[in-house]
């Protein structure tokens, strides 16, 4: 059974999931944050933290904010470059690099795009969004925001969907017993 730290960082992490389906990603983001500091208060796995990073790097994909987003997912990605790192690190890592290179995309950074695209594959050959991408910037394509949002939906690359989320576990941390609050900082 899950002790009551991990299902507030799992909560919260829900609750920013059904605000950013709502479009509503700046409240969407406080609750990542939340998540993100109760699971490290929890010590929990770090696949929750890196779960919730590309969470937060999708809102902020969603709010334009290109710039940033490719920043984080590069610094992500950059702390990341372990020497032998495990296949989920790898696969991990080329996720960053690829959300770095669509943002840069996004922000018309097409040079530095195509070097984050072209080391996400090297990490991860399977990255058809990566590889769609690399492609059409080869040939000169410009890539308009409906063009690219239809790949992005047709090569699975947003991790906040409906159909993968467990909208029963969402609570607003703000609602949170304070007593339950309080073991999170334990």
Known sequence: MM????RLHLSAAETGKVLALKGRHQEALLQYREALRLAFSARAPQ???RHYLHCV???LEHLGDHQHAAELAGAA???AALPEPTPFQKRDRANLLERRGVNLIKAG???DARAALAAA???DDALKLSRSLLEWTARGLSINSARLADAQRKHGYWVVRADSMDADRRLDIHDVPPA???????
């Open 3 to 6: 002790d009551a730290r991990h």
């Open 57 to 59: 790097l999708e809102s």
């Open 180 to 186: 339950i609050r309080e073991m999170s900082h334990g």
């Open 121 to 123: 594959l090297e990490l």
């Open 109 to 111: 950074d097409i040079s």
């Open 77 to 79: 990605a950059d702390a």
């Open 47 to 49: 696949v929750f933290a």
